[in-house]
């Protein structure tokens, strides 16, 4: 349970740090101040200031936002669109499992960062975009562990005496598949939370994510890269942030996994 | 001690020359080359006298290799020479009939010893100089120019750089495919070229010092078919060593028989990185010993590199806002024009945006050209009278103005400065709505012309006032986006252009760009700058005006 | 076994189709006028124009544009790059293989990080090494690469000065070192988790444990016994990387300059290439696929539970 805690701990104190954003930081987080230009990190502004003089905590703070928003909307995406096919597939099986299951597979057959990449080029950069890609090719991995689950499920007695008593097809789907998948869905999308945060990071290094000036981790990490013989403590605040956030959703995945004690 | 004093003496005494070819360009060409001629002259005696001393020197520079940084090039066959980096590549693989001093921007002789034109203006000779060789060992002719010439023209070939040759007589014939030859081109002997215009243009020897007129071999070309374009085979002071290894790198080596003054370094290394960044790192980690400063790190890296850092010297491009005036708001009032001129903070710009490397434009045509960048019209920055002028133009405190929609190509540094212009306008009075697109969207966005302003940078191909007044304001000219049209800047710009007298003609072209100015049809704000660095170990580096380095001239130290 | 095998290589037949579909449909709808942008920086004559439009055949309908595209690729051509008039083949062949060199070079490192920590981790359970490593792997998984690729740089390249900052210079093994060194210590990061674990298993199993009471040498058992046991997961997990490595790599040769594929295709977005992104990204997808097939047919043959399905699920995810 050690490990659980940690996880908890982390994503706790992020998600009260990203409510309290307003409070914690006076700065607005896209208002330039021209005097104060790369400052490095002062009593005034602990985590210094960008190019722009814009306040480092405060962009970090409502970054997160920003960060976790769309990781979050990603990540209900996927799910969203995951688990009903996953179900559908693994209940039904035959021409039906195999027609949705390809289409997985041709989704996955696109290395994850690739086919964001190639997406996000063609509707364009901008926050919302990003977690429409993400989903677009994050859904068949959630699609596959459900249909495993699911699969694995119906092949118990307890499901084909149901069907014998008269138990329609929904009523088996929504009472005794749907809760079995969760587990695993649950453990697999608290993952997903630090994969989703990675790759937003790396899509706007890339400069295809979320546009300047409104704060997010990887554009905040993507400017600092630019500027880091210079200003390194740019790089400080946001790097910490996405590690540490990742780290905490994953620890978090882990420990779930193993009291869960599912093999996924 | 001896090397020390030959090395002064004869920089005082190019010094000299130089400054007496300033003058003479008042002259006349032929004073102008008489003089240089004679100049020429001293120099080489003065060079052969110190022979011994200046041996010593020499050998202490030979030898070495040089790493640039270089963006991935479209072309290095001359033909297709369009951008900066293909050019940088091109110009030492290729001499063309004339040359740019790398410091004055100067027209200079390269493989044409003299030239000089009819008394209208519109038909030119050149005469070759002997013994210089293509590095396939065969001798340069005028019948290669004559070939190079009617390769680029040609329709087949498809060059975008073709137009810079449409002064030239049958240039529309080729370009159509009517004809494979230019009939204004041709060599009545192995050692003269002759060039027939379609209209007088005294500046048509200033525009050759582009590398799309440079000779190729006729045979290297036929033999090596799409090859010739990895692996082109010119007449310059460096030969391809091996092919171009795309976003990787290119290599060029001393060749042997060039016919100019021997180049210090053995080899160059084009490192071909599609980002300043990654550049600038390889830069620090003594991979490169020249590398552009990423933005946001110049003052950064002044202070790191010292002198080694080259920032701030003027450049041959302008940066500016566009009326369209298409539209008759901005047709029509030409105080409103004025106004905005005036409201413009352009020194907060040059400051905030680009930590002065580059300079406020008062004009338009930049420093980088001789005797311009300070014209006799400028329009300071004063908010009081910008919103005097806009009261007189009938829009008091911007009272009556629809908000103006200004757009801009976006991931070209223009979002910076549109902030600050945004801002400026809203402290007369009026509102600036901002739209970045992308470039492709940008352009089809000013031939439809329905914004109201837009941003824009030119980057001229040559040192003459022509390339930025005419291209963009004659009324007729391909590039005029503005819609700008005055039937006296008109007449000025061709008068000038068929000026022979190099006076007459900049007074001509002075005239023509306060005509201009006082119009207000654009906002100038910035002339481009240099923001280089290169390495302690290299000595005699230059970055010109045309934002190139002559690698010839550049040396490694030893020490 | 064979029946698997055949079936999952039938899979990917259409799956190929479904992705050179995808990528058709992705790329024809990009936005900006495809023929002006092809223009070049000047504005070009109205000839020129209309000769790029025939070129590119924008007026043909969809699924007629489609059909050529699927004939020509069935005689190997893959068009013509916008930016500089060259066959997308040959730019792919030019850059592919320093891509599966970095690759593969960066599967080495893996594994010998990888095993040998986790082997450690798992061999001194517990001990100081334990956690340091599993913490350490735990960082590197939640590390973004291009972030870990610019530490590297700034501390090897630039303040050593060690080993260069970037590119290929003259393909000398020390150009490696930092990429693929990059790429390979997130993928050994999770390949230390899974040998520790699965070794820890071995381990603590009964014929292990009665190895050791007959007084085999722990080495002995460690390499000749355990190690080989728990060897099947470990070898899904590495050959699931080949793939992670080649999606992973675009952000890696880009923070490089690395003369890859994954750079090329980088490039070929920023510049609006269709040709070359269309090429390229079917190319590694085709790649993925195949490495995919393989690990799976590999993954049946060592270990017959798993040919219903039972993927490492969360390491796709990540590439």
Redo the contacts between chains.
Sequence with gaps: MNKARVGLVIISILILLTLAAGFLSPYDPIR?D?ES?LKSPSLRHPLGTD?LGRDMLARLLYGARTSLTIALGAVIFMVAIGLPIGVIAGYFGGIVDSILM??A??????????GA???M??I?PGARNVFVVLAIF?WP?IA??TR?QV?NEVSKDYIAATKVVGGSAWYILWRHLLPNTLGPVAV?SL??M??VI?TE??LS????GVQLPYPAWGSM?ADA??????APWL?YGP?AA??????GF??LGEALHEALEIK? | MAYFTSNIMLRFIIGGHIKEYRSNRAVSLNSLLRASLFSLVAILLLVSLSACAEKDASNAKQGGAFNYFLGEPVAIDPAFAVENEGMQVTKELFDGLVDYDPETLALEPAVARKWESNSKGDEWTFWLRRGVKFHNGREVKAADFVYAWDRVAAKKTGSEAAYHLAPIKGFDKVQKGKSSHLVGVSAPSKYVLKVKLNYPFADFPTILGHPVFSPVPKEAVKARGREFAERPVGNGPFAIDGAWEHRKGIKIKRFKKYYGAKNYVDAVNFKIIDND?TG??EF?GGGLDYSPI?S??IK?TVKQFGSNAIVGEPQLGLQFYAFNLRKPLFRKNVKLRRAINNAVDRK?IVD?VYENAYLVAGGIVPPAVEGYGKPAREYAHSTSRAKRLLKEAGFPGGRGLPTIKLIYPT?RGYEGPA?IFQQNLKDIGIKVDLEGLEFGAFLKALRAGKMSMFAAGWQADYPSPDAFLYQLFYSKSGDNLIGFSDKEVDRLLIKARQAVGAVQRRRLYQKAENQILKQAPIVPYAYYGTSVVYAKRVKGFRRTALDNTPLDRVWISKD | MLAFGVRRIL?VA???I??TL??FL??H???GDQARILAGYRQPSDQAMINIKEKLNTEAPLYTQYKDYLISLGRGDLGTSFRNQRPVSSIIAESLPSSLALASFALFLELLIGISAGAWAAIRRDSFFDRMSMVSA??L???????LG?LLQ?VFG?RLRWLPVSGLGDGGLNFYILPSLVLALVAAAYLARVTRSSLIDVLSSDYVQAARANGLSSSRVLFVHALKNALPPIVTVAGLHF??L???A??TE?VFNWPGLGHR??LA??E?DRPL?IGA?LV??TI??FV?LLVDILNAWLNPLAR????Q??L????
């Design positions: 330039q021209r230009a190019s390809r289409t597979d041709v989704f996955l057959a696109f290395p994850f960062v690739l990449i190639a997406v080029t063609v364009g994050g991995q596959r562990i495993a699969k697999y993952m997903g630090g994969t990675l990071a790396t290094f890339l400069g295809i990490l890269v630019g500027r880091v013989t210079v790089i790097g996405v590690v540490l956030t990742c780290l994953n620890i996924i | 960044q600038f790192l620090q990423p946001g790190q950064a907060t905030n991931g902030q | 899979w259409p799956i190929l479904g992705v995808i990528l992705l790329l709808v990009l936005p735990a960082v998984i939640a590390m973004p690469v291009f972030l610019l700034l630039v793939g992670f080649i999606g992973s675009v952000a880009v295709l980088f977005v920023l609006r992104i990204a590694l997808s993925f696929i995919n219903v399905d039972g993927k699920e969360g796709e995810a990540k590439a």
